[in-house]
Structures are given as C-alpha cells and as structure tokens.
C-alpha cells in the first residue's frame, strides 16, 4: 500500500520542549515538504528537500529544523524557539522537484502545547 | 516569491447550482496550478491541474480555466452536492506550489 504516513496523528508539548514529528514515503519520491496550516488560513512552507540529502528553508523555517538521511523520510523538529508551535503539521511529497505534478499529502500531526 | 490570493473565503450554494473560486498569482514563472479539496480532518487531496500551457481543463463536473495573460485561474463545479461539501485551495508555482488562504464550500441540500 504505497503512500506517505506522518506520525503520530496528535502530539502535546510542554513549553521548552522539542519534539519531532515523523514521515515516511514509499512512493519513491525525489521532493518532500513540510507545511504549517492554522484555522483559515492556507498551508504556508516550513522546509522543502528537492532530494536526500538536500534541504532548504521555506518562508516561516524559523523555530523549525530537519533532516534528509533517507530518501523515504522527511522528519521535522519543532523546537523551544517556536514561539506559537500549536498548529496542524502536513508532510507531502511529489515524484521530483520542478515535475509539475501533484503533492501527495500525508493525514497530518496536530501540535498543542500545553 | 510568489503570492497567491483566493476568493471567497467562504460559499454557500444550494445543492445543484454552480460554484466558482477564484486565485490570483504573482510571478509570471509560475506553471503549475493544482486545486486541492480538503475534507474535516483530513488531508488535501488533489481534484484537477492545470499547467501554462492549457487554456482550460474539464473533468466530469469540475473546470479549471487559466489566463496567463491576468495572472487569474479559476475553479468551476457544476451540479454541487452535499459531498462537495470541503475546503478547496488553489496553489501555483513552479518547484514548489503557494496555496492560497482556501475556500470553505458549503452545500445546502
């Protein structure tokens, strides 16, 4: 069953703390992505990789790092320096950078700080 | 970087009648216009595309017309019902896709 699965589906932080949220594609996808989504408003880049190994800042990176060691994995880390972290967190990939095909997303991780 | 902006922010139609959204886009190297639907709780997923080469795209009961020349595309859906019922966003780019802020459709039976 081929698809991309973000883990886990609800995720509570302290305040201070880090935590990583995970995804995982089998779809054997060059482009991965990371996208915050608030109540109305659209999904708005955190961080892209066009390839493994490669990342690169989207337009609100800060307070957020990640890493590419795998093709199949895109996992992002939301640190202490994320002043306002609680938010709806979608991963999505797409076959290679610059394809002009769709964004597959995955069911998304849903962030509170509490 | 590119800017997309989308309207309305919000529709309400009766079930049968048509529903249009439009976006607006920045950068003129943008070719790729994909529109996603988002249901409650789940995650978007792609209903039709559109790339700088085409003038217009129909499938069943979705249209999407691109006009480069004004920087606009617009998503059409005939016939609406209850199930069309979601969040549509429209997104542009060329590498890696702006969303716009997403329309919130509602099919009244």
């Known amino acids: 069953d081929g698809g991309i699965t973000q883990s886990p589906k609800y995720l509570f932080r302290k305040e201070g703390q880090n935590v990583t949220l995970s995804c995982e594609q089998n779809l054997n996808h060059d482009a991965m992505y990371w996208y915050r989504q608030d109540p109305g408003q659209g999904l708005r880049l955190i961080y892209y990789s066009q390839i493994v190994n490669d990342f690169q800042k989207g337009d609100i990176a800060e307070g957020y790092s990640v890493s590419r060691e795998k093709k199949e994995s895109f996992p992002l880390t939301v640190t202490s320096a994320q002043k306002n972290p609680t938010a709806f967190y979608l991963c999505a990939s797409s076959i290679r950078w610059g394809a002009n095909t769709e964004a597959f997303f995955g069911q998304g991780t849903r962030l509170t700080v509490v | 970087g590119e800017n997309v902006e989308q309207h309305p922010s919000t529709l309400s139609v009766q079930e049968g009648d048509s529903a249009v959204i439009k976006c607006t886009y920045s950068?003129?190297?943008?070719?790729?216009f994909p529109w996603y639907k988002q249901e409650l709780g789940k995650r978007p997923q792609l209903i039709i595309d559109i790339r700088s080469n085409v003038g217009e795209k129909k499938d069943q009961r979705i249209a999407v017309t691109l006009n480069k020349t004004a920087k606009h595309f617009s998503l059409h859906i005939t016939e609406t019902q209850p199930e069309d019922s979601a969040v549509y966003f429209c997104?542009?780019?060329?590498?890696?896709?702006?969303f716009g802020d997403g329309t919130t459709l509602t099919v009244k039976p």
């Open positions: 950068d003129s190297a943008s070719n790729y």
């Open positions: 997104a542009a780019g060329a590498g890696k896709s702006t």
